[in-house]
């Protein structure tokens, strides 16, 4: 049943993204720092409707100058297939994510074979802006393929400050999109504390590539920080 083993990879999550702007926004990735989220996406696979909600476990196992290499791990995982919950659900391998100095994607290992893992990944995935930003204006970037990593345009703006569970916040949208006809793209809302660390994030995407189901999938994912 290709769909079953599709649901994998719904439970990647974002990089800890380091955010510059807005100047009241500070993040230095310590090795070792860990984090846990809920992440819950629904999404349409060529008619079926897939629904996963996962807890997962980030870790970042090492900064160089060079970059920062984080570990994913699921600790849960309950799918759901036109409403059905599968079971028992697919045991699901950690994530090896790292990115370049300049913030690029530049590896994602782990997951499971005939799925796009890093397409997959760029829905969760934040990239933290060049620079400083000024409040509503967008500022775009273009990172060129690495590897399994396509070739990207990704558009980033600063939307100001906003108040989540009663905490003072920091909002900002992207827009990620793939080089080609074809390629996926992805638009979110994503804010983060203080310290840089992402407190909650939605995001809506289209065509991402099912490859075992031989389908391009669309639909939304939310992360929260637990």
């Known amino acids: ?26 993040f230095a990735p310590k090795k070792g720092d860990s984090k ?13 409707e897939a629904e996963v909600v996962s807890e997962v476990q980030n870790e970042i196992v090492d900064v160089a100058d060079s970059g920062v290499t984080l570990k994913s791990t699921t600790k849960s995982l309950k ?8 079971e028992p659900a697919p045991e699901a391998n950690p994530f ?10 530049t590896s994602v290992k782990g997951g499971i074979e005939g799925v796009d893992t890093v397409r997959q990944f760029l829905v969760t995935h934040f990239f933290a802006p060049e620079g400083d930003l000024a409040k509503d204006q967008p ?4 990172f060129e393929k690495a590897g399994e990593v396509p070739k990207l345009a990704v558009e980033t703006t600063y939307l100001g400050e906003d108040t989540l569970n009663d ?21 979110s809302t994503v804010w983060f504390n203080a310290e840089g660390v992402m407190v909650k994030k939605e995001a809506k995407f289209k065509n991402l590539p099912i490859l075992v189901a031989g389908a391009d999938a669309s639909g939304t994912c939310t992360i929260e920080l637990n």
């Open 1 to 26: 049943m290709p769909i079953r083993s599709v649901s994998l990879t719904l439970s990647l999550l974002a990089l800890f993204a380091a955010v510059s702007v807005p100047a009241q926004v500070k």
């Open 36 to 48: 846990r989220y809920t992440v819950k996406q629904k999404m349409d696979v060529g008619g079926t």
């Open 79 to 86: 799918i759901f297939l036109n409403g059905e919950q599968l």
């Open 96 to 105: 090896e994510v790292k990115t370049g100095k300049g913030g690029e994607l």
């Open 139 to 142: 500022s775009k970037r273009t």
């Open 167 to 187: 905490a003072k916040v920091y909002k900002f949208s992207q827009k990620i999109v793939e080089d080609g006809n074809y390629g996926i793209s992805v638009e």
